[in-house]
Nanobody
Framework: QVQLVESGGGLVQAGGSLRLSCAAS????????MGWYRQAPGKQRDFVAH???????NYADSVKGRFTISRDNAKNTLYLQMNSLKPEDTAVYYC????????????????WGQGTQVTVSS
């Protein structure tokens, strides 16, 4: 089994910063793509940012220039640096990872964390 555990959420004023972390553990041979999604109350889960194992990144337009995704492959850990936060960034943030559990496994499987709350006050 594989577990992804997020941390770093909290309450911050508009214009402030937070850094989220997501630590993956368990039966991991390799992790391909990793990403962050968010879900505000009453809304669907939306894409925020993605990073490949080779550190190529892409972002939702709403966070470009404010958020930075990164990863430490040696630690199986994903990060999201969030700057210039806005009230509309308030949501539960989820990390995901496409994990291969063994060298003979043909496919990656997508795992999700349990989420961490980010609240931005105006």
């Amino acid at each position: 089994q594989v577990q992804l555990v997020e941390s770093g959420g909290g309450l911050v004023q508009a214009g402030g910063s937070l850094r989220l972390s997501c630590a993956a553990s368990g039966r991991i041979f390799s992790i391909n793509g990793m990403g962050w999604y968010r879900q505000a109350p009453g809304k669907q889960r939306d894409f925020v940012a993605h990073i490949t194992s080779g550190h190529s990144t892409n972002y939702a337009d709403s966070v470009k220039g404010r958020f930075t995704i990164s990863r430490d492959n040696a630690k199986n850990t994903l990060y999201l640096q969030m700057n210039s936060l806005k009230p509309e960034d308030t949501a539960v943030y989820y990390c995901q990872g496409d994990v291969r559990s063994g060298p003979r496994d043909p496919n990656d499987y997508r795992y999700w964390g349990q989420g961490t709350q980010v609240t931005v006050s105006s």
